[in-house]
């Protein structure tokens, strides 16, 4: 049987999707945009809810009404008290509108922050103190309503306190040795900046799937209060180097870029491409 989602196009999905959050009062919301190899995909969209304050039924329900396949459905279930909220949302990708539903462990953080406190040791040089990191801070769950064999799971680790010297080492450690990717470049120059607003290193975390090559980071930066604009010269270099046509990403840069900087993203796809994407507020 399909589900509403399944009946409609990309447009009539999201429209279909907001709908099923219609009551849920998000705690937050973020858009993005991703750029890779000749494309700039910019429908893309999250929202985190309490689990407490939402109920395990409900958002198992919501999960079912979005066309969640059933082995992802139970794994999501199965995972779901472990959670302290839920992130619901969709993404473009090239030829395909994905929906995803996260998990989020933020006790797993708070454990690892405490047990690093207690034992008095940094992390240093990109490795955290052996039992201390890193830490399942995030499940995402995405599937393509026209093709359910591409559902996957991506894992979220947090390296808790990590300092700069460290994430600038990690992030080297996730592309080839040759070669300088946009999306490395962008986020060094952008971490620098970030660093300038405010001395303190941002939470960094890695992210991969089974079964493909991705291998990528996010870096949040709400705490240097950037908008997207002050990232306007490494995006446009970006955007060349993945060859965007320069009126397609100016004209869409315009729509965003007085938008509040929420997290960068980075690195390699499950199809092996590097990409780049920028989280901002909603508005």
């Known amino acids: 049987m399909q589900t509403p989602l399944e009946r409609q196009e990309a447009g009539e999905q999201i429209k279909q999707f907001f709908s099923l959050m219609q009551g849920l009062k998000p705690q937050s919301e973020e858009r993005s945009f991703k750029m890779l190899p000749g494309a700039l995909l910019e429908q ?30 139970a ?40 047990a690093r406190s207690a034992a ?30 591409q559902a996957v799971v991506a ?37 620098n900046l970030a660093l300038r607003r405010s001395k303190a ?22 705490a240097s209060e950037l908008r997207v604009a002050d990232l306007h010269p490494w995006l446009v270099a970006a955007s060349r180097s993945y060859g965007i046509a320069p009126v397609r990403f100016d004209g869409f840069f315009k729509q965003v870029r007085e938008r509040a900087l929420g997290h960068l993203a980075g690195g390699i796809d499950r199809q092996g491409r590097d990409f780049l994407t920028v989280y901002h507020a909603v508005q």
């Open 44 to 73: 893309r969209y999250l929202m985190g809810v309490g689990k407490d304050a939402v109920g395990e039924q409900r958002l198992c329900d919501n999960c079912e009404r979005m066309g969640m396949p059933p082995a992802q459905l």
């Open 75 to 114: 794994a999501f279930r199965a995972r779901l008290p472990e959670a302290d909220s839920v992130y619901f949302g969709y993404e473009q990708s090239e030829g395909a509108m994905l929906f995803k539903a996260c998990p989020e462990f933020r006790q797993n953080l708070k454990q690892a922050q405490a």
């Open 120 to 149: 008095g040791v940094p992390a240093q040089a990109g490795v955290p103190p052996a039992g201390l990191g890193p830490v399942l801070l995030r499940l995402a769950y995405k599937w393509d309503l026209a093709q359910r064999v």
């Open 155 to 191: 894992e979220y680790r947090c390296y808790p306190e990590l300092p700069v010297t460290g994430i600038f080492e990690r992030l080297g450690g996730l592309y080839p040795a040759s070669g300088e990717p946009p999306s490395l470049e962008a986020a060094e120059r952008i971490i």
């Open 201 to 222: 290193a941002p939470m960094y975390l890695e992210v991969s799937e089974a079964g493909n090559p991705r291998a990528s980071f996010d870096i949040r930066l709400y």
